[in-house]
């Protein structure tokens, strides 16, 4: 785990991953020299946010190639259906949406 603030909006980040959790709770972990590292918050625990408007607000600034919101689910082990053998992982890109720039700067 890396904290937030060790992160350095100079040294470019290949993948912002935010993952969905629960409904409205999300994880974030960045790709690093090509591993996946969870992200954690100033405690220590892993950095969590209710919406991704938010990661993408805290992102603003660094040099981020690429940000996308993962979800894989567990629902068919739950309603009886046999294990999968392939992952059901799905990555979906998320926009830059400029969230820290005032109006006069758009």
Do not use: C, W
Not at 11 to 17: A, D, G
Not at 38 to 46: G, M, S, V, Y
Not at 50 to 74: C, K, N, P, W
């Amino acid at each position: 785990m890396i904290k937030f603030r060790d992160l350095s909006k100079r040294q470019p980040i290949e993948k912002v991953i935010v993952h969905s959790i629960d409904l409205a709770l999300y994880q974030v972990s960045i790709l690093k020299d090509g591993e996946e590292v969870l992200l954690a918050d100033k405690k220590n625990r892993p950095l969590k946010a209710h919406s991704t408007l938010a990661i993408e607000a805290l992102f603003e600034g660094y040099q981020v190639d690429e940000m996308v919101l993962r979800h894989e689910s567990a629902y068919d082990e739950m309603v009886n259906q046999p294990v999968k053998m392939a992952s059901n992982r799905m990555e979906v890109p998320l926009g830059r949406n400029k969230l820290g720039q005032s109006a006069n700067d758009a």
